[in-house]
Nanobody
């Protein structure tokens, strides 16, 4: 079993930055592909970013490319999402996810474990 705990969300203004963290426990963190997803009210959960176990490969949704950066620290069992130039449309609950396999990281169904989410609200 793997537990994922997100933190770092909050209420910010448009143009501000936030850094989300996700701490994993229960299994060898360095084995996982880690991803961030988000879900806005009334919308489906969508892919935001992902990173391979080594950190060498990263993937981003078009909507966040150039503004968000995913990174990981395997020694701390933590994955981060740095979010710059935030927009009101970035408002959502952000979820951390982990997968042991090598499935396409942009798909919800590829992930085996999920955190509870952290709210990010961006005011205009």
């Amino acid at each position: 079993q793997v537990q994922l705990v997100e933190s770092g969300g909050g209420l910010v203004q448009a143009g501000d930055s936030l850094r989300l963290s996700c701490v994993a426990s229960g299994r060898t963190f360095s084995s996982f592909i880690m991803g961030w997803f988000r879900q806005a009210p009334g919308k489906e959960r969508e892919f935001v970013a992902a990173i391979t176990w080594s950190g060498r490969s990263t993937y981003y949704a078009d909507a966040v490319k150039g503004r968000f950066t995913i990174s990981r620290d395997n020694a701390k069992n933590t994955v981060y999402l740095r979010m710059n130039s935030l927009k009101p449309e970035d408002t959502a609950v952000y979820y951390c996810a982990a997968q042991l396999s090598s499935k396409w990281p942009g798909e919800l169904e590829s992930y085996d474990y999920w955190g509870q989410g952290t709210q990010v609200t961006v005011s205009s």
